[in-house]
């Protein structure tokens, strides 16, 4: 058992030895815990791994030891420790410690003990401890002293807590010699417990819990107190004269006065992650109330932000971060401040000057002429640098498209200017099952105010526009495009535009072409959407005279959220991406609810993954130590070996005695390859199986044989490999022929030679 002992800290840290503290943890099953928090003092936290953490460096003395419980019920201890050594300390989600010290002189006989539990605590030099026992029992310690043969007790009742921050140290008690405790239960006449009751001797005093209990520590025994019970400065009943003797000090204590005062009042806004903007603040309150009073903080004056009687209030945030809100119901009898603090986390302004964020999405409704009409999802998933129509780099939003016309492998993407959002390129590829069709286009916007280059939504609204486009499309037969334009830009403020029933107060952008006035472009541009809510292009290329693009939805997201799509796979490895959250510090990425990443990367790669569905999970944790949950996706893995590939033989023609090397690709964690050949009547036979990716052959059939190799790899077997060639010659067939080679060689020679002497017998012969 771990002993707590209470010291002071030396003054000079930088010449004491440092200690660490660590241990296991355990959920309320007794089971290891999932990722759980430990913090000591101002220390930096440190997570846990399979159940175990260390936490190093720490200076010897008293210290408040903190384990958050994130991934068992968000549940959270804390306690007070000593450290003089090397500590080992292990935590049970939802049970906690009682400590504290017995003050004592060194003659003095000395025990103390749990009363409900039958346990004796060892002391070391005065400090103690019982537990780890469930929060929210009620226990009694027994401290006793025998000092000059006289024996007193003090009897102390508490409940088990789990701590908080304000009140870390809130089971730690200290006894001393000659004090003692008065505690009990105050109810009213009908037996329900009052809870907030003041309990007061005009120096000690207490606050009744949400049973009704009450504790007054450390009073002088044989001393007779005067005891008060109020609420809002309102008499429960007369004062109570009590005299404190040595032993148990049960007081239970009944109201007399049936003062109404106001209900519980509960916030109905939920702790969440809001953008800097304005939210509303809502609460349900109880009878008897007359009005409310909202707190930007602490209770207390100085953080009022609304007195009334209404049960809603619009707050609007000056800065980002946590703000923590309390609410306070009155009557002319007093008030109740027993609600739970309200936490709403504002997100800051993007990090950059950039007005997207990764994650953001829009929803439109496309109609073209001809008529025609689909749904389309743009996801912005990064920024890139390219050139754009006229040559010039630009820094762009890379946009990910869906689409409810897509085939299940059609990909898209856009390219969009970070200072005007218009297209800089575009890409779209078909599904490989459909054809090969794709379609790149790449587009230049030169914003000129009286020939100065200009932007479009800062400093002074251009005036012209230099447009450029060129076309490719991939499609055999197909003609590609081009456009250079000069363009009119007329721009009006404060335009109120209306798509599927939502208006919005709009930037309308007009561009109108310079050579046949055709107004080419209408955009309309709302600030809080941060985007274009409606479009009309009437030079959209092929296959329309005129797309409109009409909002129908859209998300500025307010917690975590992948970058990566659900999808379909056969591939066991594959990355999963998310989007940088606001004042995130630490991202968790789980896998089926189990934790397999936690870090400040945006990434992960998923390896080996097992065939069947895989839903992962994202949080992100704020600097003060806040979880935001966020998106999930669902990853369905199909895994199928890729094929292996024979390398090529060499000589394709060998004779029956000869050996054949054959060799093919290598395929990670594969359990075994299998080598099939097939000779010229068509017979299959299995030639090798095994692990090498290689194998040495002979007694191959007689004329041509086909090689083909597959693999398996986690019981999924690859299709086979493209076929290679052999031919086999048998090695009689094969002497005979080259025994005659060699005949018709030396009959060659032969003639070779008499027909090069003929000619010089003839010139003898003359």
């Not at 913090?39 to 460096?57: A, H, L, P, R």
């Not at 609600?339 to 964020?357: C, E, K, R, T």
């Not at 109120?496 to 919005?504: A, I, K, L, N, R």
Request: proline fraction near 4%; include cysteine.
């Amino acid at each position: 058992m771990l002993l707590l002992p209470y010291s002071a800290m030396a003054e000079n840290d930088s010449e004491q030895p440092t200690y660490r503290v660590y241990g296991s943890l355990f959920n309320d099953l007794g089971e290891q815990a999932g990722s759980t928090s430990v913090k000591v003092n101002s220390f930096d936290s440190v997570w846990s791994d399979d159940g175990e953490y260390e936490i190093t460096g720490l200076p010897q003395g008293e210290h408040i030891i903190r384990a958050y419980f994130m991934n068992d019920g968000h549940t959270v201890i804390y306690r007070t420790i000593f450290i003089d050594s090397d500590t080992e300390l292990d935590f049970h989600q939802g049970s906690n410690w009682i400590t504290g010290t017995l003050h004592h002189l060194q003659s003095d006989i000395v025990s103390i003990g749990l009363m409900e539990k039958n346990e004796q605590a060892s002391l070391t030099e005065s400090r103690f401890e019982f537990g780890p026992h469930p929060v929210g029992e009620y226990c009694t310690l027994v401290a006793e002293w025998e000092r000059e043969s006289v024996v007193t007790s003090q009897y102390l009742r508490m409940r088990i807590e789990e701590g908080s921050s304000s009140m870390p140290d809130i089971n730690h008690v200290e006894f001393h010699y000659g004090m003692n405790n008065i505690y009990g239960f105050i109810s009213d006449a009908q037996g329900t417990p009052v809870s907030g009751a003041l309990v007061s001797n005009g120096i000690v005093s207490t606050v009744s819990n949400n049973d009704g209990f009450y504790l007054m520590k450390n009073l002088s025994i044989d001393s007779e107190q005067t005891i008060t019970i109020q609420q809002e400065e309102n008499d429960l009943l007369p004062p109570v004269q009590y005299l404190v003797t040595s032993g148990e000090n049960w007081l239970n204590l009944t109201t007399v006065t049936d003062v109404e005062f106001p209900g519980n009042v509960t916030f109905t806004t939920q702790t969440q992650t809001v953008l800097m903007s304005p939210f509303s603040l809502e609460w349900d309150g109880g009878d008897y109330t007359d009005y409310y009073s909202i707190y930007h903080g602490e209770v207390g004056e100085d953080n009022l932000i609304y007195r009334g009687s209404f049960e809603q209030f619009e707050y609007t945030p000056s800065q980002a971060g946590t703000h923590e809100f309390n609410i306070v119901a009155h009557n002319s009898n007093g008030s109740n401040e027993n609600s739970p603090s309200l936490v709403i986390i504002v997100l800051p302004n993007p990090s950059s000057d950039l007005v997207w964020q990764a994650g953001m999405s829009w929803d439109y409704f496309i109609s073209h002429t001809p008529e025609y009409f689909h749904n389309r999802t743009y996801t912005m998933i990064g920024t890139e640098t390219i050139q754009d129509a006229f040559g010039r780099e630009q820094e762009t939003f890379l946009v990910r498209i869906s689409d409810d016309t897509y085939l299940a492998e059609e990909k898209a993407f856009r390219w969009f200017d970070v200072s005007n959002l218009l297209t800089v390129k575009s890409y779209w590829v078909d599904d490989p099952a459909s054809s090969s069709y794709f379609q790149e286009g790449t587009m230049g916007w030169q914003f000129t105010t009286q020939g100065e280059d200009a932007e479009l939504f800062s400093g002074d609204a251009p005036d012209s526009l230099h447009f450029n486009r060129t076309n490719i499309i991939g499609v055999p037969g197909h003609p590609n495009g081009y456009d250079d334009t000069e363009n009119t830009v007329i721009i009006e403020e404060n335009v109120e535009v209306t798509v599927f029933g939502q208006s919005y107060l709009t930037t309308y952008i007009a561009i109108s072409d310079d050579n046949d006035d055709v107004l080419s472009w209408e955009l309309w541009y709302n600030s809080s959407v941060r985007n274009y809510v409606k479009i009309i292009d009437r030079l959209p290329g092929s296959h329309s005279d005129t797309v409109v693009y009409e909002l129908t939805g859209y998300e500025i997201p307010t917690k975590p959220k992948f970058i990566t799509e659900s999808s379909t796979t056969n591939e066991m490895d594959y990355p999963i991406e998310w989007a940088e959250f606001p004042s995130a510090t630490l991202y968790q990425v789980l896998e089926n609810d189990q934790i397999i990443y936690e870090g400040t990367n945006l990434h992960f790669n998923i390896t080996n993954a097992a065939d069947g569905s895989h839903i992962y999970s994202i949080n992100a944790f704020t600097d003060i130590g806040y979880l935001i949950e966020g998106d999930e996706i669902e990853v369905i893995v199909d895994f199928i070996p890729e094929n292996p590939v024979i390398n090529p033989i060499g000589e394709r023609v060998y004779s029956s005695i000869e050996t054949i090397n054959v060799s093919w690709s290598s395929t990670p964690n594969a359990d075994w390859y299998s080598l099939m050949v097939q000779d010229s009547d068509g017979n299959v036979v299995e030639m090798y199986n095994g692990t090498d990716a290689f194998v040495i052959l002979s007694d191959l059939s007689i004329g041509q044989n086909r090689m083909r190799v597959n693999v398996m790899v986690n019981d999924k077997v690859s299709d086979y490999s493209s076929s290679e060639f052999v031919t086999i010659e048998d090695q009689n067939d094969a002497e005979e022929q080259s025994l005659t080679s060699v005949t018709f060689a030396i009959t060659s020679i032969s003639l070779l030679v008499v027909s090069v002497l003929i000619p010089f017998w003839r010139d003898d012969d003359v």
